[in-house]
């Protein structure tokens, strides 16, 4: 009995472990396709991809501690409403807001390192990082959904009369 809530708890912590990846990821992704959209000159590109893959750590270290914080990995998103997903645009717009002074922090410290990004990359990146995070939820919720619908297929179901048994009548109804 303990080694199956062990097993629950770990395989839980996994799963969210698993979620930070993929937010992080899906932040990471918002912010390249930001960049690329918004290059006008090749030598221009080459510094924003230098500078993107040197915050690349910061934005993924971020990503999982303001989702955590925001208790974004608490949600079970089958269950989610509107609520829940202005709180991932709120999580969202912090964690741009830290990767934009992140990014100003090291650009004042050390120039020649890497290049400043527009300002337009971050607002864009927001853009494509909310769309990606918010698809990519609604993917797991459709799935989620289905899953059970596949479920409620597979089982064998009787229908039944219950006429009078009081109580017990309608415990066996449920």
């Known amino acids: 009995m303990k080694t199956d809530y062990k097993r629950q708890r770990i ?11 993929i937010d992080a990821l899906v932040m990471n992704v918002g ?3 930001a960049i690329l959209m918004n290059v006008a000159d090749g030598a221009r590109f ?6 993107f893959l040197m915050t690349v750590p910061v934005l993924a ?6 989702f955590y914080s925001f208790r974004l990995y608490r949600v079970i998103w089958k269950f989610a409403g509107q609520r829940d997903v ?3 645009i709120a999580a969202s717009a912090v964690d741009m807001t830290v990767y934009y002074a992140a990014h100003e ?3 004042r410290i050390a120039p020649e390192k890497m290049d400043r990004l527009r300002l337009s990359v971050y607002v864009a990146g927001l853009m494509f990082s909310i769309a990606l995070l918010v698809l990519y939820r609604m993917i797991m919720r459709q799935k989620d959904r289905l899953a059970v619908q596949g479920k409620k297929k597979k089982q064998k179901t009787e ?3 219950v006429i009078g048994g009081g109580s017990a009548g ?3 109804i449920k």
């Not at 395989?11 to 990846?21: E, F, I, N």
């Not at 080459?46 to 500078?51: A, D, Y």
């Open 11 to 21: 395989r839980s912590r996994l799963k969210t472990l698993g979620y930070m990846a």
């Open 31 to 33: 912010v390249l396709g």
């Open 46 to 51: 080459s510094g924003m991809i230098r500078t």
């Open 61 to 66: 270290i971020a990503t999982a501690l303001i």
């Open 86 to 88: 202005y709180k991932l």
């Open 105 to 107: 922090l090291i650009y």
């Open 159 to 161: 229908k039944m009369l």
């Open 170 to 172: 309608a415990m066996v």
